[in-house]
């Protein structure tokens, strides 16, 4: 491999990785602000149609809707159906944390 190459790959890669660096999550305060624009019916809790305006529009149709259930039941606590803001702004936990 030439020096030339190696050196090639490394441009590429660091000016590549900011573009598929992971997002930082988002605040609490953030989350907060998610929850209060996707509760359409000001209820003062989601719905799972109403979870789904949260995800970033680019994403909302690549994610099936079997995805978007498990997401939305690991975030109902008290399994009611419906996520509260303290249900939805909580971190999430990994399966089986």
Not at 39 to 53: F, V
Not at 69 to 89: C, I, N, V
Request: aromatic share 6%; proline share 8%.
């Amino acid at each position: 491999m030439s020096i030339k190459y190696l050196v090639l790959v490394a441009g590429v890669a660091a000016f590549a990785a900011p573009a598929i660096a992971q997002r930082t999550p988002p605040t609490p305060e953030e989350r907060a602000a998610q929850f209060d624009a996707a509760d359409a019916d000001k209820s003062g809790d989601l719905t799972l149609a109403e979870m789904k305006t949260t995800l970033p529009e680019q994403f909302r149709d690549q994610v099936p809707d079997d995805r978007l259930q498990m997401m939305f039941e690991r975030r109902d606590a008290d399994k009611d159906g419906k996520l509260s803001k303290a249900e939805f702004t909580a971190p999430m936990q990994r399966p089986g944390q």
